[in-house]
């Protein structure tokens, strides 16, 4: 992890197009490289980001996916910046819109088909041992040669071995705490979430994600 300095900072950031910040600062900037940068704030004196900083586990999580041939940021470099307590990753992004962006414009028949396709991506994740906390539809995309891809990769682990039942429902659940992503894949276009699911995992593994989608919105409506 390369150190910077508050000068080497702001000189990166020169000519930078912000794309998120919040009260402390930038998060996510466009470089005028054309490559992104991820920061990451430490808020607190102990924190696990001392031994564990987010960007390391962004570019190992990228890098791994990328060895499960599952399209992921290319990594450039991490860096430290000690007197700003960040730390970031320096990352090319991958091309493509989000599935929530992709959806929006597409007809219910359409869709139908994308959720499928979804499904079966979910499912080799899952037979993957990929266990993404922050899986939801903006953090999925489409890349122009219609395979899915994943970005925000910090909150992840990868295990080599499928997901235990458990995972795979608080999985599901980590995605319908989205009002519209919820509707699409439990309302709209449910069997075919499951029917694509299915395609990667087997029925059974299919029908267990019935079981949870259903406790899942019996515990959302009380």
């Not at 570019?59 to 290319?74: C, F, G, K, S, V």
């Not at 219609?146 to 970005?151: A, C, H, M, T, W």
Request: charged share 25%.
């Amino acid at each position: 992890m390369k150190n910077l300095n508050e000068d080497n900072l702001d000189a990166l950031l020169q000519g930078a197009r912000v794309i998120e910040e919040d009260g402390y600062g930038i998060k996510v900037a466009c470089l005028a490289s054309g490559d992104y940068l991820k920061l990451y704030r430490r808020k607190r004196l102990l924190s696990s980001a001392l031994w564990s900083p987010p960007a390391r586990r962004f570019a190992d999580n990228a890098e791994h996916l990328r060895r499960l041939n599952i399209p992921a940021p290319t990594i450039v470099e991490t860096l430290r910046v000690p007197s700003r307590k960040l730390n970031g990753v320096r990352y090319q992004p991958l091309p493509g819109d989000t599935l929530r962006s992709h959806w929006q414009a597409l007809d219910d028949e359409r869709r139908a088909a994308e959720v499928e396709r979804f499904g079966a991506f979910l499912g080799q994740l899952h037979e993957l041992g990929v266990y993404f906390r922050s899986l939801h539809l903006g953090n999925v995309l489409i890349l122009p040669d219609g395979r899915f891809g994943l970005i925000d990769l910090s909150d992840m682990q990868i295990s080599g071995r499928p997901l235990a039942r458990w995972k795979r429902e608080r999985n599901l659940q980590h995605m319908l705490r989205y009002a519209e992503d919820s509707h699409w894949l439990t309302v709209l276009h449910r069997q075919n979430l499951l029917s694509g699911y299915a395609q990667y995992c087997g029925r059974v593994s299919a029908d267990r994600l019935a079981q949870a989608l259903r406790r899942l919105q019996g515990a959302g409506e009380h």
